[in-house]
């Protein structure tokens, strides 16, 4: 297991590229399941959880392969998929991997996908995907722990969700791309990964109206072609980047992202008192004094993004003042907090608000990463601290961020990492 070392090390300063967007890619990823032929992605961050995609889609028989050692493009060829069976082994590996199902049920008829579970964030259930799934026709049968599904012929049909869903939107998405008649997703996400997976499905020839709104209707095709796509930059990435700047009052330029997909970071920071600016594919970001306390509320898009709540709250364990920080997307989402406080952060949580307290400075220490945005926290919060901070398991890290400590290294933090092997030489 690898491990970060930060140091506390004054303000960022300097340019610095995002990658694709995991979420997005990953949607897409399962999207190519829907038509035969080659489909190249390009901008594909080098990820695990993108690698454990490119499994489960040479597990169904696809060609699935990056175009070469270091290149961040994918080919897919879903021409034949011999086995439409994603097994617990990979499902469990990463929740997303459930997005195959729509478009297995679409193109095969059947599919046999393992139920993800829950994770370190909360229970995430997929009664929305399945309730959807349900109301274009597809016979469900739940057993010892897989769901199967079957449909002679998807069928379009009205489907109100219950809550906003961005992979449960995503999945009935696909397959009632390939299904007889319109469909309409009513209370549909919002995200920026629901609009680029629907202009994705446009450029394959299917027919998606109103990506971007929560009323999304598809009318279905007999077939699709597989494309070739450019995966937008990475507004979560863009986002932890820009709050590590934020934290040590830095002056940083973040290329390659779409400021309009991250306005509610955005917003939130100038609150904090960061000056920004934005251009096209770039957002400029320079924090002059000390952060200000703020209150934040997490939502749906375009509310302020759960996955930047962990990163927020590193920040604003430095801040001026009290702030609250409320978690209303996941129930379970707050296990960076011991860690912060190990690291002399000020935080009383009650229920699903964290009133996090302002202190001077946070001291450095060994602390574990639980999940992905958890992570990326505790890497902000040692880069505002003093002194030494290790953060362990970065696995989870590694998930969702291409190589972190470069990204940062190249705007002057001090970061890197420890591979297994130094740790063991070190301890000998
Ligand atoms: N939910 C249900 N039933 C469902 C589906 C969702 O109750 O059938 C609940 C979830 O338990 C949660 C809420 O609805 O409380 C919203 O979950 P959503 O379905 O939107 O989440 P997701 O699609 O499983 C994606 C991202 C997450 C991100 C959320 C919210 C991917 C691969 N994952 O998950 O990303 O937090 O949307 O924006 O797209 C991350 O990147 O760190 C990450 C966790």
Redesign the pocket.
């Known amino acids: 297991m690898d491990r970060i070392i930060v140091r506390g090390s004054g303000p960022l300063r300097g340019e610095v590229a995002v990658s694709g967007s995991?979420?997005?890619c990953?949607?897409l990823m399962a999207a190519t399941l829907l038509a035969p032929g080659e489909t190249v992605l390009t901008n594909v961050p080098r990820l695990r959880?993108v690698d454990a995609m490119l499994e489960i889609l040479r597990a169904l028989g696809a060609r699935a392969e990056w175009e070469g050692e270091g290149a961040h493009s994918v080919r897919i060829d879903a021409s034949r998929i011999h086995n439409p069976e994603a097994p617990y082994e990979l499902v469990r590996k990463?929740?997303?991997s459930?997005?195959v199902l729509g478009p297995l049920l679409a193109r095969c008829g059947t599919a046999r996908v393992s139920e993800p579970g829950g994770?370190a964030?909360?229970?995430?259930?997929?009664?929305?995907?399945?309730?959807g799934f349900e109301a274009l026709g597809a016979k469900l049968q739940l057993d010892h722990g897989y769901v199967d599904a079957s449909a002679v012929k998807l069928t379009g049909a009205r489907i109100a969700?219950?809550?906003?869903?961005?992979?449960?939107?995503?999945n009935v998405m696909m397959a009632a791309c390939l299904a007889d008649g319109e469909t309409v997703l009513e209370n549909a996400?919002r995200?920026p990964?629901v609009v680029e997976l629907a202009e994705f499905l446009l450029k394959m020839g299917a027919d998606v109206r109103g990506g971007g709104t929560d009323r999304i209707s598809i009318r279905g095709v007999s077939r699709l072609r597989a494309v070739r796509h450019r995966v937008a930059g990475d507004r979560?990435e863009a986002g932890t980047l820009l709050g590590a700047a934020v934290a040590t009052q830095g002056d940083i330029c973040v290329q390659g992202v779409d400021p309009a997909h991250l306005e509610s970071t955005l917003d939130k920071f100038r609150e904090c008192g960061a000056e920004i600016e934005t251009r096209p594919t770039e957002v400029r970001l320079r924090m002059p004094q000390r952060p200000r306390a703020v209150r934040v509320v997490t939502a749906?898009?375009p509310g302020f993004?759960?996955?930047m709540q962990a990163q927020l709250m590193a920040v604003l364990c430095v801040a001026e003042g009290s702030s609250v920080v409320t978690e209303r997307?996941?129930?379970n989402?707050f296990m960076h907090v011991p860690e912060l406080q190990r690291m002399g952060a000020d935080i009383h949580k009650e229920g699903a608000c964290a009133i996090i307290r302002g202190v001077d400075r946070l001291c450095g220490t060994d602390v574990m990463a639980s999940?992905?945005?958890a992570g990326a926290a505790l890497v902000i919060a040692g880069l505002a601290a003093e002194g030494q901070t290790i953060v362990h398991r970065v696995y989870h890290i590694d998930?969702?961020y291409e190589s972190i400590e470069t990204k940062l290294s190249a705007v002057g933090a001090a970061i890197h990492r420890e591979s297994v092997e130094t740790v063991v030489a070190k301890a000998a």
């Open positions: 995991k979420n997005s990953l949607a959880d990463m929740r997303a459930f997005l994770c964030i909360g229970v995430r259930p997929v009664d929305q995907h399945l309730k969700f219950d809550i906003s869903t961005v992979n449960g939107t995503q996400a995200e990964e979560i749906p898009f993004a759960t996955d997307v996941f129930e989402r999940d992905l945005r998930r969702g």
